[in-house]
Every structure is written in structure tokens, then in C-alpha cells.
């Protein structure tokens, strides 16, 4: 019987300990631990920690030094001109993501990084650099995978293989904003600032919401940022990152597949609708996630497989996964559920009934769907939140599973306990602490 395939965090933790080793082996006697502990630190930045990426795009500088580098992070004499070349372009990039990365740990940490290790082999500051790797990009009429690509990077025909077939879930958050779980809990939410809606052995979700209004408490979703973690034989890591007025029809690094790699095309971006509607495909995890932009925020929905969504090492820290847990318990709003009549609408908003009257033009079933239009145009008059809801509803229709739970009348509210403050996970934040040791070392 032929061993399992390792799973992304196995993958993950053997290139840390590979990578600290290579550092000693490479290195000589003489190499201090600032340049032996980049390349861990290079490692759990892009693998790990979710938390690590920022505005700042240094992920994607991360991402192209390490994908330039690969097999060579302790070069022989004859490889050193060109690490040298790609240290410069790594230096380079960050030079030009300074301005927005005050403040970064990850941008402080591969500063340092790339220091120390220009030190090490001798590099002079001045020189060439090393040109960006082509990326492998789907034909534009194909809409398949590659006839030659391994079958693990389709799920479904592996899943297929062991057992029957796979049971989807569904998770989704629009508006102001309204949570949809995998379990089908609808929940209302604070959650302002950066919040993780999935974190799994695949991919890490993570939504940044603001508030709609000044000194407003109504807050809507004005940044994403998917991970799509290194996946054996099928894709490379890749990032997606969408903002307010700027919806990518590309992951980060400019490409539309999922990189170099042999089953690169299970991994594909697609957009719907220029600047408003996006769709990716990851077959390997049987997933798909559509974004959009309605107005000036964003929403987010996928169809993931029950397997993925508890693809997890560490289920005591699932606290911070919303899409699994919900939103906690000190996180969650009130407001009235169907038949009921919603609070009195705040100033320069909508009159309760002419909110009730637009939301019912694009929601007939006074579900839950329609109570949260209802709520955000009360909440922050705009018109733009009838259509997120909307749109919302239409994405449970073609992603959910069971189309008799498509629509929600009843709101959940965990009992306290159940949805407690999530606790930080002492592992990595004990490993955020040591990142600028590693370097200053």
C-alpha cells in the first residue's frame, strides 16, 4: 500500500527544518544565526502565519525571491553571481513596497534577511538582476485542466476513487457584515479590523472590515487576501488580494493558474465581470470562491468539501476560523428576525418602510437574506447593500448543496461558551516574537 501523501503542513514544516539545515551546511563555521535563521523565517512566512501578509505586498516579493532561489539556498561558488542577482531584485522589491510597509514585521524581517545573506556571499549592492520566472498560463480557450495532470489534483476523481462522493459546505459574507457558516448559522458581526475566515491545511482566508460611516458602528468588508498554499504535484503558493476599488482579475504575482507546476492549470482564476465579479477554481481541493465588489465593498462566498473545511492540525485554535466557528459570542449583533420590526433607522438613512420596499424588489422571501438588506439600508443608506444581499442569496444558489437550506429564517445567536473570544494560539505568536531575534542574531 503506497504511504499517504503529505499533507501542505507536513510539506511546510519538513522545508523549515530542510531549509535550517541547508543554512548550517552552506554556510561554514563562520556564518552568523542572522542568515541560518532568514531562511526558516522565509519559510513560515509564506507557509504559516496567514497574519503575516499585509498591504504592503511583500508577500509577493517573499514569493518570487523564494520561487527564484528554489534548490539553491546554500550556492555553490559557481552559482553565486546569480543568488547574488536574485538578492538584488528581492532588495529591489522591497525598495519599492517601503513607502506602505512601515510597520511590517514581514518587510522588517526580509530587510534584514536580504543584509545578512548579501554579507554572506559577498554581493555587491550594485549589479544585475535576476529576470522574474515565466509563468505557466492556461490557452484562453481551454477550460479544462491539462489531459496530463496527475489525477490528485482533481479532487473529485481522487475522492472518487476511496469512497462516495464528497459532501460540500458552504460559507459566505456580504454587507455589514452577515456571516453564513458551514454549519448554515447566519450571524450579524462587529468584527472590525483583520478577522481570518478560513485557516486550514490548504488555504487562509482573511477579511479586513471597515467602518461604512465615520464614528459609524456599521462596518463592510474592504479587504481580502486568499493563500493558497504549495500542493504536491498541482500549484505553486499563490495570493490573492482584492481592495476596495480594485478587484484583480490576477492572483499577485500576475498570474491566472497555479504556477510552474505539472498540475499548475487546478488552480484558476477567471473573472465574471470586469471589476465586479471574480470566480476561482481549485479543483485539487474540490473548491470554488467567488468575489465581488458591489459599491465599494466586498463579498465573499465558497463551496469547499467537508474534508477541506476540517483539514485542520490544531482544532483547539480554531477559534479564529469564522467560516467553521462563527463569530464570537462578544462579536455578534441583534437585530429583529422576520415578522419583526427593525430598530428605528439611524440619521440621513432609510424610513423603515422604504427600506423594507427596495429590499423586497430584489429579496420576495422575507428570509434572513432580505432581514439583513433591510438592517444595512437602516444602518448605512446605502442602496449598494440591497444589491450585496442580493447577490449573496444568488451565490448560496449555485454553490450551496442542499436546495432545500438556500433559505434561512432564523438568526443564531451561540449561548455563551460555545462562541467565547477566541483564544491566540501561544505557538505562533511565541514564533512571531522570535522572527526579529532570528535576524538581529
Known amino acids: 500500500m503506497p504511504p499517504p501523501n503529505p499533507t501542505l503542513s507536513e510539506i511546510c514544516k519538513e522545508r523549515l527544518v530542510v531549509t535550517g539545515r541547508a543554512g548550517w551546511m552552506g554556510m561554514g563555521r563562520g556564518a552568523g544565526r542572522s ?17 503575516a501578509t499585509s498591504p504592503c505586498k511583500i508577500l509577493k516579493c517573499n514569493s518570487e525571491f523564494w520561487s527564484a532561489t528554489a534548490g539553491s539556498h546554500s550556492p555553490a561558488s559557481d552559482d553565486a553571481p546569480e543568488f547574488c542577482a536574485a538578492l538584488r531584485t528581492y532588495a529591489l ?3 519599492r513596497t517601503a ?3 512601515r510597520g511590517d514585521l514581514a518587510y522588517h524581517s526580509a530587510v534584514h534577511g536580504i543584509e545578512d545573506l548579501m554579507s554572506q556571499y ?3 549592492k550594485d549589479g544585475p538582476t535576476s529576470q522574474p520566472r515565466l509563468r505557466t498560463l492556461p490557452p484562453p480557450s481551454d477550460s479544462q485542466e491539462r489531459s496530463d495532470s496527475p489525477e490528485i489534483c482533481h479532487y473529485e476523481k481522487s475522492f472518487h476513487k476511496h469512497s462516495a462522493a464528497p459532501n460540500y459546505t458552504h460559507c459566505g459574507l456580504f454587507g455589514d ?5 458551514f454549519t448554515d448559522r447566519f450571524q450579524t458581526c462587529k468584527v472590525q479590523g483583520a478577522w481570518p475566515l478560513i485557516d486550514n491545511n490548504y488555504l487562509n482566508v482573511q477579511v479586513t472590515n471597515t467602518p461604512v460611516l465615520p464614528g459609524s458602528a456599521a462596518t463592510a468588508t474592504s479587504k481580502l487576501t486568499i493563500i493558497f498554499k504549495n500542493f504536491q504535484e498541482c500549484v505553486d503558493q499563490k495570493v490573492y488580494q482584492a481592495e476596495m476599488d480594485e478587484l484583480p482579475a490576477a492572483f499577485a504575482d500576475g498570474s491566472k493558474n497555479g504556477g510552474d507546476k505539472h498540475g499548475a492549470n487546478s488552480l484558476k482564476i477567471t473573472e465574471k465581470v470586469s471589476g465586479q465579479h471574480v470566480e476561482i477554481q481549485a479543483k485539487y481541493i474540490g473548491t470554488t470562491i467567488v468575489v465581488r465588489q458591489v459599491g465599494r465593498y466586498l463579498t465573499f462566498a ?8 476540517h483539514a485542520v492540525e490544531d482544532r483547539d485554535g480554531q477559534g479564529l476560523y469564522l467560516c467553521l466557528r462563527g463569530c464570537p459570542l462578544n462579536q455578534q449583533i ?3 428576525g422576520p415578522g419583526a420590526r427593525s430598530p428605528a433607522p439611524a440619521a440621513d438613512t432609510f424610513p423603515y418602510e422604504a427600506a423594507a420596499a427596495k429590499c423586497k424588489e430584489k429579496l420576495p422571501v422575507e428570509d ?3 432581514q439583513a438588506c433591510v438592517f444595512d439600508l437602516l444602518t448605512t443608506g446605502d442602496l449598494n447593500f440591497t444589491l450585496a444581499a442580493y447577490y449573496a442569496l444568488e451565490d448560496v444558489k449555485m454553490l450551496h448543496s442542499n436546495k432545500d437550506r438556500l433559505h434561512l429564517y432564523e438568526r443564531t445567536r451561540e449561548p455563551p461558551g460555545r462562541a467565547a473570544a477566541p483564544r491566540p494560539r501561544l505557538g505562533s505568536l511565541a514564533l512571531l516574537a522570535l522572527l526579529p531575534a532570528f535576524l538581529r542574531a
Not at 542568515?35 to 497574519?51: H, M
Not at 457584515?177 to 457558516?181: E, I, M, V
Not at 465558497?302 to 473545511?309: A, F, G, K
Open 35 to 51: 542568515a541560518l535563521g532568514f531562511w526558516p523565517t522565509l519559510a513560515f512566512l509564506l507557509c504559516s502565519l496567514p497574519a
Open 93 to 95: 522589491c522591497t525598495r
Open 99 to 101: 513607502r506602505t510597509c
Open 122 to 124: 559577498n554581493c555587491s
Open 177 to 181: 457584515p452577515h456571516l453564513r457558516t
Open 302 to 309: 465558497v463551496r469547499m468539501p467537508e474534508e477541506v473545511v
Open 334 to 336: 441583534d437585530f429583529p
Open 368 to 370: 434572513l437574506y432580505y
